[in-house]
Structure formats: C-alpha cells, structure tokens
C-alpha cells in the first residue's frame, strides 16, 4: 500500500496469538513437509498451553464413533489436513473444547459491557481485563453458565455458537478482543454484523466462521465437547454426534492466522517489513 | 383487531421484486426469509486486491452508478467499483473519541513506530465525548491520552476538555462527535468520512459516505490514509407524502428498521430520496441516517441539496463536489413509503426492530425518559419535544433527563425561542414541566457508561428514550427496558407516566 510505511519494529505483544506461534513453528520446519500427527498435535499444544487446559491422554487419528453418546472422548482428528503448497504456511486452524450456546442478534452490549469500555485494548493488562469481562452482559436469567467463571480470568470455553447476527450494535473492536482475550478462538454463527466481523479479521482475535445452514445453535448446549475444522469446513459436535457444514473462511483466514491485518499486510509485502 | 397500518401495508411497502416484505409477518420470520433472499454473502473484507483494475484504456464502458457506488469510485479513483468489489479507498476525514481513540492510538504506535505520524494532521479529528463528566479514573486518563497525542502530532481538530466540573469553562470541547462533526463543518458532500463509531454513519446525511470501523482498521488509516472496503450494494427508500405534524425522522427510520429487521441492510447501503426526505431539515436527516446501522447497513445517504448547502454555508470552507444516483442505477431493492399513512412508532425492548404502535402501548407504565444522545438530542430533537410539553401545560409525572449532544445545542436550548411559546425558549418550557434541568453535554447514559454517568439506569426500569439501541443493559442495567422513540413520542409518555401516542398531545 503506497504510503505505508512501518517505521518501527512491532513489539512481540501480547496481542500475538496461536497461529502466529503456530505460523512461527511451522516456518521453523522448513522443507519439511510437515505430517499430519506433528501439526495436529502442535496446533493442539499451542491451544492448550494458551489456555491453560489439560493435555488430551492420547491423540488418536483413527476416526471416532460419532454415534457414542457418552462422556466425550480424546481429540480425534477424523482427516488428514490438505496438503500445503508452501511449507511455511500453517495448516489450517482446528479447535476443540467445549462449546458455548448463544441465540440470535448477541449484540456488543452483551459481549462487552460500555461501562468496561475505558479498558484500552492496546494495553497488555487492560487487554486481559477486558477478557475476563467478555459476556458478562448477556442477561443472566437466559444464560446461566457464564462465560468466564466466577474469579477466572478467562473462559474454558475456545469454540462458541451462536444465531443470526453475532456481534451486531456498535463497532467497539473491544468486543472481538474481549472474546479473544478470554481465550475463545472461533465463533461458529449463522451471520455476523459486518463491523464485528471486520473487526475480528483485523485484529485476528477469534475465527468468525459461518455456517452453512441454520438453527445449529438450538441444537447444541453450553458444554458440548466440539471441534471445528476449519480446513475441512466442518464442525463435530462429539457429544451429541452431529456434524455441520461450514462456509469457507475464505481470504480472512489467512489474515487471522497471521494475525490480523499489520502482520498479514506485512507477510504479503503488502507494507514494508519494519527494519531498526 | 388488525391495525389499519397493517391492512395497508402492501399499499405502503411495495417492494419491486418478488420479496415478502409486502407481508405483515413478525420480525424473526421476515428475518428467515430474508436470509433466503439475500444477496449478502459474507465474503473476505480484509484481502488485498487481487488483480487490481484499471479503468479500460479504450475508455470505460458507461453504466449507471448509485451515489455510493460514485462516492467510493472518485475516493478509489476507479471507474467502476461494482458491489462486492473490495477496493482501496483514500479517506478524506478520520474521527475517534476517548473510548476507541486511546486503542487506536496504541495500534497506530505499534505498527508504524512510536515516532510515526499521522497522514494528514488536518484530516484527524478527535472529539472526546462518551465517558467525560466523571470521576472513573481510567476514563478521564483516556482523555488525556487523547491529548498527550494530539499535542505530539499537532493535530489540528481537537476538541479538549479539562474543567470537568464545568463544561462552559472549555472553550473547545463540543460534545457528541457525530453531531460536533456536523456542526463544525467536517461534514462535506461527496467524501469519505470515517469513525471509531458505529453511528459514524450520521453523516451520510449530507451525501458522503460514512461509516463506522474499529481501533486496528482506524489504526491503519491513521498511519496511511487509505482503508480496504468491500462495495456495498444499495436498498433505496422512496419516502413521498406530506409529513404528519406528530411524526419525525425518528418514526421514518424505526418503521424502516422494524420492515427489514436488524440484520436487513448488512454490508448495504441505504439511500433515502423522495419528497418526504427533501422536506426534511438536516438535523433529521441525520437522525434517519444515524440508525442505518441498527439495521445492520454500511451507510446510509441523502442526496445533498440546497438545504445541505445552506447548512455548510457558514461551516465550511472547502470545496466539495456532491454526487448523486443516475436515473437507471441498480439498487438490490426499492421500498416506496407513503408517510402520511404512518403513525408514531416505539422499539419494544430488547431489540431496534421490535416496532409496535405508540398507540398499542399505552398500557406499559414507565419510570423514567431520556432525550438525548445524536440520535435524539439535538436542537430539532429538544424543539420538538418542547412543542410537545408546550401544547400539553402539564408536568412530567416520572423523571425526565434531557442531555444536549453539544456545548451548541445547549446554547440553543437556552436562548432560542420556541415557536407559538411567545417568547419562551426551550429551557423555561422544560422547566415548567418539570424536567430535569439540561446535563452537561456528551453521550451520557444512551450507552449506559461509567457507574456515576448522569441518567444512567442502574435499576431495573423502564425508559422511554430518544436513542438509538435497546439491546439488554444498553443504558446500565442488564434487565432495563427501553422503548425507543421519537422525542415527541418520548416527551408525551413523560406526560402521562405511560408510554404514549404523541398525537393525544398535537392534534
């Protein structure tokens, strides 16, 4: 972009999320092509070590028996990721957890509160504050389960569900940001706002995915072991055993993986990279 | 009993192509079928352009062009921008506030270096305005950290308070940003206004393209000027008819939002002509504009004509260059309103597209009303419900907060005369009725905000309001309800302790 020039060196901040270190590993691993085990299981690490939640016994790529209602069990990849042109480009993101529900038009009121809105975003404490208040504005009547517990900082929950018209009302970016902070990684919802959505591309703080048809948040429950695959458009829900297409993430995944605008713009050359 | 606005709907609602919107069904099942029809594939905002196109060197093949579509080709210097396209777009105007600017300052710092400058210091405005008047501590450091930069980049619009006890004591601090643009003529046909807010959309009344982004997209523009856009189509409302005196722009666009529902326009644009909206003086069609985004639109705009030109006469000095829509453009869907049919309207919490009768409300008793914020407290908004006190004589039967979006409309409110008042302005009819006297002037509690904000609901109450959302805890409280209205609407239910139809006043 004409004009743009970074004159600084962007400070590892905190902002820098998994797929950065993701992105980061995989480039280490140059001209290796990287096998499915290692990325899934890396991608899974770096997850994990983020947010601070114990490691799965074993990780097993034989498919799962989607029919079994019970307890839910380890990670199961079911396929192998498509194979990467360049071996410095990540595989595509996949989470698992449990999931949390939302319905219909969730606006930023709900994820983010105004009066929390003094936090800036940009400062690395004031950034973890904001997580720890993600949601707390959905009425308690209909969302028993908060969001991030009482006394936790952040949420258990990576992956959230959620109706038509996520994150629709004001264009604070300190929502998408609230969510990312507390650790949730994708939204999978039926359609988003465009500023909620735009904002979470630039800031590349959680994956705003969409469905590919609708009502999947009425079939889901707060606490449902799922796992979403963005390589494979596809969201498994271990526990009730039903699965549901996704509409390609498309041109903002890359962004996202990147993590957010600055650095993708930096990565394709699109602004100059920051020299001392 | 259906209502007759209901009966006559099909005559008011005619939309061009085979939709459902002829149709009276409730909001969430428009809003499925509507997802059936639309055209809104949510596709990648934030790619670069891949093959960028240059207008054909055999010269470019005419075809028609909404105003939109002609704002943002001269901004991209592209021929024709066709909708869905993602362009590169040179900004004319940057404004934050004291919640997003502090953020996007953090951005800018970090991705261009902690010496960078800003792109232009004349093109930045920087209105602090939300959080202002109180003792939260964070909040007042974010002013300060929006002056520490403006000081350090020199920027040239920056409109600062610091006496916090008393907001005359600042000469230059106005107020609620979008109406500050406005009235200090950052506003300007034909532009590209950008804002950390999503009511940035405000100035599209004055034929521009504005619209509301976050810190990092802010943070990028700031640093380059430019910003990538995805072209949006157009929905046109066709508004004709003589304008009843007991409804405001307020009542046009809650009509509007509760026909296409809150996620209607999503990455649309929508154009308001016709005879209706030529009558309408710029205060509302900002209020028209300002709610775009409750339906979800990018932008929204109105033709400039000599009524936005007499209003930039004494505001503005630079040149500008108004664009309009060729006859024959497409717009994705037409939507012709014959206004004189219509009746003032309420959003029913908890959503903007909840839309129900003021006069099928009359039973919902409320505690309080507030008038005020860019959608409903500018000196048209408190005019007109002083009007509404004027004819009435009485006194307020539940507290009534009046919060003036700028230093300029409380002037207003204190010295100008209130037609058929003989001589009374403003201030002296909301004294007799019994209002609270006029807040110092900011958002206040239209977002609820700090704790210790004037007005905020820090209970469980029902509000009539002149703002422009009603989601759960919008004004403080998360089980609050607040009706949406216009300030007529909103000044009548202040007089009977219900929410109430205007025209029991007016008429």
């Given at each position: 972009?004409?004009?743009?020039?970074?004159?600084?060196?962007?400070?590892?901040?905190?902002?820098?999320?998994?797929?950065?270190?993701?992105?980061?590993?995989?480039?280490?691993?140059?001209?290796?092509?990287p096998?499915?085990?290692?990325?899934?299981?890396?991608?899974?690490?770096?997850?994990?070590?983020?947010?601070?939640?114990?490691?799965?016994?074993?990780?097993?790529?034989?498919?799962?028996?989607?029919?079994?209602?019970?307890?839910?069990?380890?990670?199961?990849?079911?396929?192998?990721?498509?194979?990467t042109?360049?071996?410095?480009?990540?595989?595509?993101?996949?989470?698992?957890?449990?999931?949390?529900?939302?319905?219909?038009?969730?606006?930023?009121?709900?994820?983010?509160?105004?009066?929390?809105?003094?936090?800036?975003?940009?400062?690395?404490?004031?950034?973890?504050?904001?997580?720890?208040y993600?949601?707390?504005?959905?009425?308690?009547?209909?969302?028993?389960?908060?969001?991030?517990?009482?006394?936790?900082?952040?949420?258990?929950?990576?992956?959230?569900?959620?109706?038509?018209?996520?994150?629709?009302?004001?264009?604070?970016?300190?929502?998408?940001?609230?969510?990312?902070?507390?650790?949730?990684?994708?939204?999978?919802?039926?359609?988003?706002?465009?500023?909620?959505?735009?904002?979470?591309?630039?800031?590349?703080?959680v994956?705003?995915?969409?469905?590919?048809?609708?009502?999947?948040?009425?079939?889901?429950?707060?606490?449902?072991?799922?796992?979403?695959?963005?390589?494979?458009?596809?969201?498994?829900?271990?526990?009730?055993?039903?699965?549901?297409?996704?509409?390609?993430?498309?041109?903002?995944g890359?962004?996202?993986?990147?993590?957010?605008?600055?650095?993708?713009?930096?990565?394709?050359?699109?602004?100059?990279?920051?020299?001392? | 009993?259906?209502?007759?606005?209901?009966?006559?709907?099909?005559?008011?609602?005619?939309?061009?192509?085979?939709?459902?919107?002829?149709?009276?069904?409730?909001?969430?099942?428009?809003?499925?079928?509507?997802?059936?029809?639309?055209?809104?594939?949510?596709?990648a905002?934030?790619?670069?352009?891949?093959?960028?196109?240059?207008?054909?060197?055999?010269?470019?093949?005419?075809?028609?062009?909404?105003?939109?579509?002609?704002?943002?080709?001269?901004?991209s210097?592209?021929?024709?921008?066709?909708?869905?396209?993602?362009?590169?777009?040179?900004?004319?105007?940057?404004?934050?506030?004291?919640?997003?600017?502090?953020?996007?300052?953090?951005?800018?710092?970090?991705e261009?270096?902690?010496?960078?400058?800003?792109?232009?210091?004349?093109?930045?405005?920087?209105?602090?305005?939300?959080?202002?008047?109180?003792?939260?501590?964070?909040?007042?450091?974010?002013?300060?950290i929006?002056?520490?930069?403006c000081?350090e980049?020199?920027?040239?619009?920056f409109?600062?308070?610091?006496?916090?006890?008393?907001?005359?004591?600042?000469?230059d601090?106005?107020?609620?940003?979008?109406?500050?643009?406005?009235?200090?003529?950052?506003?300007?046909?034909?532009?590209?206004?950008?804002?950390?807010?999503s009511?940035?959309?405000?100035?599209?009344?004055f034929?521009?393209?504005?619209?509301?982004?976050?810190?990092?997209?802010?943070?990028?523009?700031?640093?380059?000027?430019?910003?990538?856009?995805?072209?949006?189509?157009?929905?046109?409302?066709?508004?004709?008819?003589?304008?009843p005196?007991?409804?405001?722009?307020?009542?046009?666009?809650?009509?509007?939002?509760?026909?296409?529902?809150?996620?209607?326009?999503?990455?649309?644009?929508?154009?308001?002509?016709?005879?209706t909206?030529?009558?309408?003086?710029?205060?509302?069609?900002?209020?028209?504009?300002?709610?775009?985004?409750?339906?979800?639109?990018?932008?929204?705009?109105?033709p400039?004509?000599?009524?936005?030109?007499?209003?930039?006469?004494?505001?503005?000095?630079?040149?500008?260059?108004?664009v309009?829509?060729?006859?024959?453009?497409?717009?994705?869907q037409?939507?012709?309103?014959?206004?004189?049919?219509?009746?003032?309207?309420?959003?029913?919490p908890?959503?903007?597209?909840?839309?129900?009768?003021?006069?099928?409300?009359?039973?919902?008793?409320?505690?309080?009303?507030?008038?005020?914020?860019?959608?409903?407290g500018?000196?048209?908004?408190?005019?007109?419900?002083a009007?509404?006190?004027?004819?009435?004589?009485?006194?307020?039967?539940?507290?009534t907060?009046?919060?003036?979006?700028?230093?300029?409309?409380?002037?207003?409110?204190?010295?100008l005369?209130?037609?058929?008042?003989?001589?009374?302005?403003?201030?002296?009819?909301?004294?007799?009725?019994?209002?609270?006297?006029?807040?110092?002037?900011?958002?206040?509690?239209?977002?609820?905000?700090?704790?210790?904000?004037?007005?905020?609901?820090?209970?469980?109450?029902?509000?009539?309001?002149?703002?422009?959302?009603?989601?759960?805890?919008?004004?403080?409280?998360?089980?609050?309800?607040?009706?949406?209205?216009?300030?007529?609407?909103?000044?009548?239910s202040?007089?009977?302790?219900?929410?109430?139809?205007?025209?029991?006043?007016?008429?």
């Amino acid at each position: 972009v004409e004009g743009a020039e970074a004159l600084g060196f962007p400070s590892h901040s905190c902002v820098s999320n998994m797929a950065m270190a993701a992105a980061a590993s995989a480039a280490a691993t140059v001209g290796a092509k990287p096998s499915f085990s290692y990325h899934a299981t890396h991608a899974l690490l770096i997850s994990r070590l983020r947010h601070g939640l114990s490691f799965p016994k074993r990780i097993s790529s034989s498919c799962p028996t989607l029919d079994s209602r019970s307890a839910p069990k380890p990670l199961p990849l079911r396929r192998p990721p498509r194979a990467t042109a360049a071996p410095a480009e990540t595989a595509p993101a996949t989470f698992h957890g449990p999931c949390y529900v939302l319905g219909d038009n969730i606006d930023t009121d709900q994820i983010i509160p105004a009066e929390y809105l003094t936090l800036v975003p940009s400062k690395p404490d004031e950034y973890e504050k904001l997580g720890s208040y993600a949601l707390v504005g959905l009425p308690s009547a209909a969302y028993t389960t908060p969001f991030v517990g009482p006394g936790a900082t952040r949420t258990r929950f990576p992956v959230i569900i959620a109706g038509a018209n996520f994150g629709c009302g004001s264009s604070r970016e300190h929502a998408p940001v609230a969510l990312g902070a507390a650790g949730a990684r994708a939204v999978v919802a039926e359609s988003y706002a465009r500023i909620f959505f735009r904002n979470s591309v630039a800031t590349g703080e959680v994956y705003p995915v969409e469905s590919e048809g609708v009502g999947l948040w009425k079939e889901c429950t707060t606490g449902d072991i799922v796992t979403v695959e963005l390589g494979e458009n596809l969201l498994v829900n271990h526990t009730t055993g039903k699965e549901y297409k996704l509409k390609p993430i498309g041109d903002a995944g890359p962004v996202i993986d990147a993590g957010g605008i600055f650095a993708y713009a930096r990565k394709t050359g699109m602004i100059a990279s920051p020299s001392n | 009993m259906a209502s007759p606005l209901m009966a006559s709907c099909s005559s008011i609602f005619g939309a061009k192509s085979g939709s459902s919107f002829a149709s009276c069904f409730s909001p969430s099942i428009r809003a499925h079928s509507l997802r059936k029809h639309a055209l809104n594939k949510v596709l990648a905002v934030m790619a670069p352009a891949r093959s960028p196109r240059s207008p054909s060197s055999t010269g470019s093949v005419k075809h028609a062009m909404t105003m939109t579509e002609k704002i943002l080709a001269r901004a991209s210097e592209k021929s024709h921008p066709e909708p869905g396209e993602n362009i590169w777009v040179n900004v004319d105007v940057l404004m934050t506030h004291d919640v997003c600017g502090p953020g996007t300052i953090g951005i800018f710092k970090k991705e261009f270096g902690k010496n960078a400058k800003v792109w232009d210091r004349e093109k930045i405005v920087i209105i602090p305005d939300h959080y202002i008047f109180t003792s939260d501590e964070r909040a007042n450091r974010n002013v300060d950290i929006l002056r520490d930069f403006c000081l350090e980049q020199n920027i040239k619009y920056f409109y600062d308070i610091k006496d916090l006890g008393d907001f005359r004591a600042n000469p230059d601090y106005k107020g609620v940003c979008h109406i500050a643009l406005a009235q200090e003529g950052h506003c300007r046909p034909g532009e590209v206004l950008l804002g950390t807010d999503s009511h940035t959309c405000t100035a599209g009344a004055f034929g521009q393209f504005a619209t509301g982004i976050g810190n990092t997209d802010a943070g990028f523009v700031m640093g380059t000027g430019k910003i990538l856009l995805k072209v949006p189509p157009t929905l046109r409302f066709i508004l004709d008819g003589e304008m009843p005196n007991y409804l405001l722009a307020k009542d046009l666009i809650l009509q509007i939002i509760g026909e296409i529902t809150v996620a209607g326009a999503t990455y649309k644009s929508m154009e308001f002509v016709g005879s209706t909206i030529e009558g309408l003086n710029m205060e509302e069609r900002m209020t028209l504009c300002n709610m775009v985004v409750e339906a979800g639109g990018k932008n929204g705009v109105v033709p400039a004509d000599e009524t936005t030109f007499k209003y930039l006469e004494d505001k503005n000095s630079k040149n500008f260059e108004p664009v309009y829509s060729d006859d024959n453009a497409r717009f994705i869907q037409e939507y012709r309103i014959d206004v004189s049919k219509l009746e003032p309207l309420v959003a029913k919490p908890h959503s903007p597209d909840n839309r129900a009768l003021a006069r099928e409300c009359k039973d919902v008793k409320i505690d309080r009303v507030y008038i005020g914020s860019c959608t409903g407290g500018k000196t048209e908004d408190f005019f007109a419900s002083a009007k509404v006190f004027l004819a009435s004589g009485k006194k307020v039967k539940v507290p009534t907060f009046l919060v003036p979006a700028t230093q300029k409309v409380w002037m207003d409110i204190y010295s100008l005369p209130v037609p058929g008042s003989g001589g009374k302005t403003c201030s002296q009819i909301f004294e007799e009725a019994g209002c609270d006297v006029p807040a110092s002037p900011s958002c206040g509690a239209c977002l609820g905000g700090p704790r210790d904000t004037y007005a905020r609901m820090n209970e469980p109450q029902v509000c009539v309001s002149t703002t422009n959302r009603n989601f759960p805890g919008r004004m403080g409280h998360r089980e609050g309800q607040i009706y949406l209205a216009s300030p007529y609407t909103a000044a009548a239910s202040a007089l009977t302790g219900y929410v109430a139809d205007p025209r029991d006043f007016l008429l």
